[in-house]
């Protein structure tokens, strides 16, 4: 062994060792012989490291400009005590927008307000769509469950205000819910059931389904059959076999859709708009009221936004970690 | 900078760990142009991190490879001319056959007319021409693993890198291809470098053979060395269908090579495959199904032990026995043996007998 | 199993598929009507309310407008998306967690809190509210759809495929673009098509981000506010169909693809 050989050769960043390409090379031949392109990925690629950080940063700045920074805008601008800054002057720290909340039981109502008609239609939703999940995933065949899947998820395709006029059409004074009614003779007079927290749960139930059935379907589609069959063979009825089998092993796609529900729902401004009265006001309507007048009270809006979102995010975390010891103490 | 007596490959001092797992522990090898090499072990260890780290999917810890004198250690799998036959074929499902080969060869700054030139020759060689235009999915699996095989082929690699690329066929298809990719490998004179489990395989196809385990080199040699001259137990065990004993050195004749070894009581003879071994050490010998002969009367030689036969396994051409000895309860030793001789033996006591050359003894 | 539950279980099922098709059946016919007023009984039918709608210069400048902002913010949100799952598929490092989770963001926050955020952001960024500020607050928001679906994709890409890539000459830039890409190809099908629906159908965002020309949703919410009108459900009717063909035919086509390679 001579010790001469590639003594030149070092570790680091490889020379540029393509042979230049014919001339009637293919496209991609001769990208690659392309001196600039050749200069341009030596740098890159010189090192898995620096190939990493290149891919890397522009996502990153993204995440940190566009995913983080209006959440982060939002809360700075919530303690502050004016918003938009009037030219000369200056703008103090004040927690005052959050004491508004807490002062104030105007706003104190909507807030209790949402959040109960979101855990509640939340668990509403899942008793709903608990049974189609199952007899999708559970009783139809294989390759028809795409086909239903797809039929199911049409109404989905579209939008919120749409939607929600199609609910107003089926509950109005004379829509098709109270005219059936009377057509069947059961009531003299329609039913108001427009613009009051019926009608608004009736909204967010038909906008939210699609994420309590999914997690959902995907859970139980995913349990194998034998399971239960092997209770049945152990001599456990269908009640039994359900709570005790079943019941545990989608527990996790009930979190996640629940999850789903709960914090979707908490943020539709339209719907509530739309299909409810002065009674059934959320406080997404309340948030969005500090916005809309001019010369309006941003900061106290934002501070109203993060107690929602923050108050959203810990049921749901509260809601997960109870799922997480569920599944814990049945397996 | 090549002379003649420069190797193809050259790796030296290799080591890779994963985490704590040492895959790798310095290795040396060199691979001789035109030479079928096979890697050989069990999963694990440390076969197939040598080959990715031929091909440059993964950075040695320490070490450097030499290839035709350059070294390449620093390269990433783009700039080595080495190229690879993948175990799940890895062919691009969106190309055609065609697509699939013509990929490096584009990627050279090759003509289009040089690279249709290659792709007919090759597809000719390797009967892949009326496939040309077809997707891999559209394809059977022995076809896949010819096209994967003309893709590595194409660009006229320095060194082809095969791992386990027969695992996908079934047996008989697998035999065939044994066969036809050892005549393709003379018939192109390239360097194979193949990695397999399967012993068979590589005693099929290798002009040499390198026995791996847990990260080190048990053996590197002919297959005929390997079998009949077993550098350590563990390729004893590995390679082939063996009886291995343990016993005791009892004396060494320097000038045959010979060794009389004890096995519990019966005085032995046979050859060290390795090592110097020394009287008094424990040590184990490997004995060969075939090379072990059934004898309703005491033979003359070498080594003969008396037993009976408690089990008869057909195997179509010949049959295995397993005998107990009655020279020393508890052993047992299996042969080969054909129909016709077993049919003599009843139940009454069989000599299995050996000669000395037949016996290899092992480092324990 | 036994047949009673089998039956009971498919009465509920189709009660669901009744309960979601029938506002929407009953919405459509209702813009059939001929009569200015919303509700039952329909008496006589007119297809003027269709007709009206095609001829209504402008809702088509609302429309096309919507149309904007959906084809804009999906080029952004596809381009952005699918920079991040690449990130987020390959190589391990540190703080990968907190890229998924912030990558995550836009989808969990509840939409009126995401809409504010974003409008006091394009306040402090100086972006006046109209086209550009919606285009770029739908953009982030689906960002993370497209991120789940490319990824789910990504993770089913073999790691040979690259690597034989590399192993023929391929530099990890043709590598992507001739091996990942059309691989991914389905996925980016998929996850453009469901950008343009939620862009085109995005409400809450459109509306505090939006200057006088509203898109196609927030349009029929300021009718809506001043008295419901067969007009009205002949538009939403329009808008409904042409979703709900777009997206059916992407779920197919890209299951389809998804079947093939």
Redesign the interface.
């Given at each position: 062994?001579t010790n001469t050989?590639?003594v030149g050769?070092?570790?680091?960043a490889?020379a540029v060792?393509?042979?230049?390409?014919?001339?009637?090379?293919?496209r991609?031949?001769?990208l690659?012989?392309w001196k600039p392109y050749q200069a341009l990925t030596g740098l890159i690629?010189a090192s898995p490291r620096r190939q990493f950080l290149l891919l890397g940063i522009i996502p990153l700045i993204w995440l940190i400009t566009q995913h983080l920074g209006p959440m982060l805008q939002m809360f700075q601008v919530s303690l502050l005590d004016a918003y938009p800054v009037a030219p000369g002057k200056e703008t103090h720290f004040t927690l005052d927008n959050y004491g508004t909340f807490f002062t104030e039981s105007v706003f104190q109502k909507p807030f209790f307000r949402t959040i109960i008609y979101s855990a509640s239609l939340t668990f509403v939703t899942l008793l709903i769509t608990y049974p189609v999940a199952y007899y999708l995933a559970r009783y139809v065949k294989r390759e028809n469950q795409l086909a239903l899947l797809l039929l199911v998820l049409i109404p989905f395709w579209t939008g919120e205000i749409v939607r929600t006029y199609a609910i107003m059409i089926l509950l109005g004074n004379n829509g098709a819910v109270n005219i059936a009614l009377q057509w069947l003779g059961l009531i003299d007079r329609p039913i108001p059931f427009m613009f009051t927290g019926f009608s608004v749960s009736v909204g967010l139930i038909y906008l939210t389904a699609l994420y309590m059935l999914l997690p959902l379907y995907s859970a139980l589609e995913k349990l194998p059959r034998n399971f239960t069959e092997a209770a049945a063979d152990l001599g456990a009825g269908p009640w039994t076999r359900f709570r005790r089998i079943t019941l545990p092993l989608s527990l996790e796609g009930i979190g996640s859709g629940c999850t789903l529900v709960f914090l979707i729902s908490t943020g539709y401004y339209g719907t509530p708009v739309l299909l409810g009265g002065p009674n059934s006001t959320v406080f997404a309507q309340t948030i969005a009221g500090f916005f809309h007048v001019a010369g309006d009270k941003w900061p106290t809006g934002a501070a109203f936004a993060v107690i929602m979102f923050v108050a959203a995010l810990v049921l749901s975390g509260i809601f997960t970690r109870l799922i997480a010891f569920l599944r814990k103490g049945d397996s | 900078?090549s002379s003649e007596k420069?190797p193809l490959v050259?790796l030296e001092g290799i080591s890779k760990s994963f985490g704590k797992a040492v895959a790798l522990h310095e290795m040396d090898l060199t691979i001789s142009p035109g030479e079928f090499v096979t890697f050989l072990g069990p999963s694990g260890c440390g076969k197939s991190t040598t080959l990715r780290i031929l091909?440059?999917?993964e950075k040695p810890d320490t070490g450097r490879i030499?290839l035709s004198?350059?070294?390449?250690?620093?390269?990433?799998?783009?700039?080595r001319h080495?190229?690879?036959v993948?175990?799940?074929y890895?062919?691009?499902?969106?190309m055609t056959v065609a697509q699939n080969m013509?990929?490096?060869l584009?990627?050279?700054?090759?003509?289009?007319?040089?690279?249709k030139a290659r792709l007919d020759e090759l597809m000719a060689f390797l009967e892949l021409t009326p496939f040309a235009d077809r997707y891999p999915?559209q394809l059977s699996g022995g076809q896949r693993q010819r096209v994967a095989l003309a893709?590595?082929l194409a660009?006229d690699p320095d060194l082809l890198l095969l791992d386990e690329p027969l695992g996908a066929l079934d047996a008989k298809l697998r035999h065939q291809v044994q066969l036809e990719l050892k005549s393709i490998q003379r018939r192109t004179h390239k360097a194979f470098f193949f990695v397999t489990h399967d012993q068979e395989e590589a005693l099929t196809m290798s002009d040499r053979i390198v026995v791996m385990n847990a990260g080190r080199i048990e053996q590197d040699g002919t297959p005929e060395d390997l079998y009949f001259r077993p550098a350590s137990r563990f390729v004893a065990e590995f390679v082939g269908d063996t009886n291995l004993i343990e016993g005791e050195i009892r004396g060494v004749d320097r000038a045959s090579g010979q060794v009389r070894f004890d096995w519990q009581g019966i005085p032995l003879t046979g050859l060290a495959a390795s090592g110097a071994p020394q009287e008094g050490q424990k040590m184990a010998a490997s004995l060969r199904l075939e090379n072990l002969s059934l004898h309703a009367e005491q033979p003359g030689t070498a080594n003969a032990v008396r037993g009976r036969i408690t089990e008869r396994v057909f195997l179509g051409s010949r049959s295995a026995v397993d005998i107990a000895l009655e020279d020393a309860p508890g052993q047992t030793l299996r042969v080969f043996t054909d129909v016709a001789t077993l049919s003599q033996h009843g139940d009454a006591p069989v000599w299995v007998s050996w000669d000395a050359d037949a016996m290899a003894i092992l480092p324990h | 199993m036994s047949r009673s539950h089998r039956v009971v279980l498919s009465v509920v099922f189709w009660a669901f598929v009744v309960y979601l098709f029938v506002p929407l059946a009953l919405m459509i016919l209702m813009g059939f009507k001929d009569s200015k007023f919303i509700g039952f009984p329909i008496k006589s039918y007119t297809l003027d309310w269709y007709i009206g709608v095609f001829g209504d210069t402008e809702l088509m400048v609302t429309f096309l407008y919507s149309v904007v902002i959906a084809v804009a913010s999906t080029l952004v949100s596809v381009l952005m998306g699918t920079w991040l799952a690449v990130l987020l598929a390959g190589r391990a490092f540190v703080g990968r967690a907190a890229v998924y989770a912030l990558m995550i963001l836009p989808a969990l926050v509840p939409g009126v809190i995401s809409a504010i955020a974003f409008r006091i952001y394009a306040r402090q960024l100086g972006i006046e509210p109209g086209m550009f500020a919606i285009i770029w607050a739908h953009a982030v928001h689906n960002v993370p759809f497209v991120t789940l679906v490319v990824m789910a994709r990504l993770t089913t890409l073999?790691k040979?495929?690259g690597?034989?890539?590399?192993?023929?000459?391929?530099?990890p830039f043709?590598t992507f673009t001739?091996?990942t890409l059309?691989?991914l190809?389905p996925a980016l099908m998929g996850a453009s098509i469901f950008c343009l629906l939620l862009s085109f159908d995005d409400f809450v965002r459109s509306f505090f981000l939006g200057s006088y020309q509203p898109t196609l949703p927030v349009l029929i919410f300021a009718k809506l506010r001043s008295g419901m009108s067969p007009e009205i459900n002949a538009i939403s009717a329009v808008a409904l169909v042409l979703t709900a063909v777009l997206g059916v035919w992407a779920e197919r086509s890209s299951r389809r693809m998804n079947k093939?390679?």
């Open positions: 062994m050989a590639s050769a070092k570790r680091g490889p060792t393509r042979p230049p390409a014919s001339e009637d090379a293919t991609w031949g001769r690659v012989a690629f | 900078m420069e050259r091909g440059g999917f030499i004198g350059e070294d390449v250690t620093a390269l990433p799998p783009e700039r080495i190229n690879m993948f175990q799940d890895a062919l691009f499902p969106h013509s990929f490096g584009e990627l050279k700054g090759m003509s289009k007319s040089a690279i999915s893709r590595a660009p | 073999p040979s495929m690597e034989a890539a590399r192993d023929l000459g391929a530099d043709v001739r091996i059309p691989y190809k093939d390679t």
